[in-house]
């Protein structure tokens, strides 16, 4: 029996068809979709902090509606990749608690702290920049709910990143030190956008497994490399330096050479030494005990409604 439901399972995955939560799955196959789901949702929700940071500090108006709007969509990804974790069978509130006692990771990139408004613009362009090289295979990916909500994700993650382009594009018009504070803050995150791809190849222990599964749809490096590829004219046209004195373009492979991040550095910061990663956990941690009596009072809302349906 246990066969014939892996043979089923093998071919739908091979057929680029999706498995759907009432399909019977590997326990590998779910014990991994659970958890990189749950570190995506945990990066969406964790990362509404560092930008978030600036929304009472916007220069203008029309740039604070823009940042609004942008950490509150990340507020929504985090619900949508939450509610894909539990057609899986996790629970909410485990995951929760997973996070902010430090058992589950999120993207080391929301770690680094935001020093300046350029930030928030060099975050659309290359945080956001690399979740949609990261996010838009995973559109194909073979789990279904992860699929679907990951092509809505993507639809926003690219006004994300056009929103931060455009800022830049503005500072850069600017004076003379916004020109110098849109530089500085791409020095700062530059290499640590290039290690959210994670670890080298032959570094990342669950890859070929998840690419079997068709989970993960491109290793690391190869979206390392595409992302690099992207930003380049990018930056050119924006008129900034890439910190990269290795970085060339390279007529034989058609593709741009790139110097090595410091992987001492990520290994680092994902273990919990990062500069902000303590802050970023108790924030989280303070959010969700400020939220308690909201919880209590929506359980106890649907408890009573339930008993009058229930009577009725
Ligand atoms: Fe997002
Ligand atoms: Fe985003």
Not at 76 to 86: C, I, S, V, W
Not at 183 to 199: H, I, K, N, T
């Amino acid at each position: 029996m246990d066969e014939e439901l892996q043979r089923e399972f093998d071919r739908v995955v091979a057929a680029e068809q999706r498995i759907e939560p009432r399909d019977w799955m590997p326990e590998g196959y779910r014990r991994t979709l659970i958890r990189q789901i749950a570190q995506h949702a945990h990066s969406e929700i964790i990362g509404m902090q560092p930008e978030g940071n600036w929304i009472t500090r916007a220069p203008s108006l029309r740039r604070k509606a823009i940042l609004l709007a942008k950490v509150q969509d990340e507020a929504g990804h985090g619900l949508y990749l939450y509610a894909a974790t539990e057609t899986l069978g996790a629970d909410r509130e485990d995951l929760t608690q997973k996070l902010i006692n430090g058992r589950q990771k999120y993207s080391s990139i929301f770690n680094y702290p935001t020093l300046s408004f350029a930030d928030v613009g060099v975050i659309g362009w290359l945080v956001d920049g690399a979740a949609i090289c990261n996010q838009v295979p995973l559109c194909r990916t073979s789990y279904g709910p992860y699929a679907r909500a990951m092509i809505r994700v993507c639809k926003e993650e690219s006004f994300h990143q056009r929103q931060g382009y455009e800022l830049l594009m503005t500072m850069m018009r600017g004076t003379e030190a916004q020109r110098r504070q849109v530089q500085d803050a791409v020095d700062r995150w530059w290499w640590p956008s290039l290690m959210m791809f994670g670890p080298p190849d032959d570094a990342s222990s669950n890859t070929e497994q998840s690419m079997a599964w068709r989970i993960k749809r491109h290793t690391n490096d190869e979206l390392r490399q595409k992302f690099v590829d992207m930003s380049v004219p990018q930056a050119d046209k924006l008129g900034v330096t890439l910190p990269d004195p290795e970085l060339r373009w390279n007529a034989e492979r058609g593709h741009h050479d790139f110097g090595t991040p410091d992987w001492d550095e990520f290994w680092r910061v994902v273990k919990g030494d990062g500069p902000c990663n303590a802050q970023r956990v108790a924030h989280r941690r303070k959010s969700h005990d400020d939220g308690a009596w909201v919880r209590e009072a929506a359980t106890a809302h649907a408890a009573k409604r339930a008993a009058k349906e229930s009577a009725a």
